[in-house]
């Protein structure tokens, strides 16, 4: 009982101190509001507003028709351009996308010689290269056939292809981009809070009087996962109401109460890495450049923001021992999907085996590093 106590009063005493520091509340504050609503609706995947030019060397009726076959919001309105100036409108970057029409183009698509056409692409912008690219073949090709065929009808299609969007129907990128970047925001602030609780008392000097009163390691630990985990729970309810179902309108379609119970059992490895993190550091810089170096590699290999299976086979293997992944799986079945427990109970098993494991060897190398200050 008294163990207890000590944990509630010393947890206390967490929550007192980061209330007092003014930065991490506002840090805080910022990451589960305004850095949500910015990275789910500022970037995007899909091709919006694509800068596309122009190069006519034909002059025809056709091209002109082409031409015309481009307008917002998936692309700007086409500019025309002359063939000479396409290298270096290019090179700086004045177009995403330069078609070029060959001279008598419509002269020899009519005398049936299959004319090309050629499709410059800037792809330093990669996913928006390749999607916007089929954007303009499927254009294109459409344009050109209903031309020849001097109607826009087609006739009956051997096999009708009847397309149904499970989960996001209508392709709303900022649905997926929201909760990842929850996702993400729980990862970062719980390892950056306990780290730097135990390094904030390293550095002013009270993890000295907390030695010399009948406490624990374990006690002094566990008051910091529970207070920093508290800050993150509730922070992540406000944010996931607020923002990302009040503002940004994603459903949610499987059970609140079950994610939040995953996320309980993820804090206990994100709690044991901040631990970890702030024992073997010695300073608060030290601190940051092993945040950079870890908990950016575990939002990389996550699977948020490219799919696990995108990733080389031996490093699949890999990241199954990392918590990260699993906490991204069952998010996405349990928000999306609308999937029960009898879906994650897998993930969450593998997130609680490995959380609890590391949390065990942090709290020893914790231990063991107050048995040295002693």
């Known amino acids: 009982m008294n163990s207890l106590l000590n944990i509630l009063w010393l947890g206390l005493k967490e929550l007192r101190s980061l209330v007092s520091d003014a930065v991490l509340v506002v840090f805080v504050v910022y990451a589960f509001t305004l850095?949500?609503?910015?990275?789910?609706?500022?970037?995007?995947s899909e091709?919006?507003?694509?800068?596309?030019?122009?190069?006519?060397?034909?002059?025809?009726?056709?091209?002109?028709?082409?031409?015309?076959?481009?307008?917002?919001?998936?692309?700007k309105v086409p500019e025309l351009i002359s063939p000479d100036a396409v290298q270096g409108d290019m090179d700086r970057g004045r177009f995403m996308f330069v078609v070029v029409i060959p001279p008598r183009f419509e002269h020899d698509l009519r005398a049936g010689r299959n004319p090309d056409i050629q499709v410059?692409?800037?792809a330093t912008a990669m996913q928006q290269a390749g999607i916007g690219s089929g954007y303009i073949k499927n254009i294109i090709n459409d344009r050109i056939s209903s031309f020849l065929k001097r109607t826009e009808e087609t006739g009956p299609k051997p096999v009708n292809l009847v397309v149904r969007k499970l989960f996001n129907p209508n392709g709303v990128s900022s649905w997926f981009k929201s909760v990842v970047a929850i996702i993400n925001q729980i990862t970062l602030l719980t390892v950056v809070l306990t780290g730097a609780a135990v390094i904030r008392e390293r550095e002013h000097g009270t993890l000295e009087h907390l030695l010399v009163m009948p406490l624990t390691s374990f006690e002094i630990a566990m008051a910091k996962v529970w207070a920093n985990g508290l800050v993150i729970l509730v922070a992540t309810g406000a944010s996931l109401l607020l923002v990302v179902h009040m503002v940004l309108k994603v459903p949610f379609a499987g059970s609140v109460m079950l994610w939040f119970v995953g996320v309980v059992l993820y804090l206990f490895f994100a709690t044991a890495l901040g631990i970890f993190l702030g024992t073997i550091s010695r300073s608060m810089a030290q601190f940051a450049l092993l945040i950079i170096l870890v908990v950016l590699v575990l939002m990389l290999l996550s699977g948020g923001s490219t799919p696990v299976e995108s990733q080389p086979k031996w490093l699949q293997y890999v990241t199954y021992l990392l918590p990260a992944r699993h906490f991204v799986s069952f998010s996405q079945v349990i928000i999306y999907r609308g999937g029960g427990l009898w879906a994650v109970w897998r993930q969450f098993l593998m997130v609680s085996a490995v959380g609890v494991g590391f949390f065990v060897y942090s709290l020893a190398l914790f231990r063991k590093s107050i048995a040295v200050s002693k």
Do not use: C, H, M
């Open 120 to 122: 410059n692409i800037d």
């Open 47 to 75: 091709v919006n507003n694509a800068s596309i030019a122009f190069a006519d060397e034909d002059g025809s009726a056709l091209s002109k028709e082409l031409l015309n076959a481009f307008y917002p919001p998936r692309f």
């Open 35 to 44: 850095a949500i609503y910015v990275q789910a609706t500022g970037t995007s």
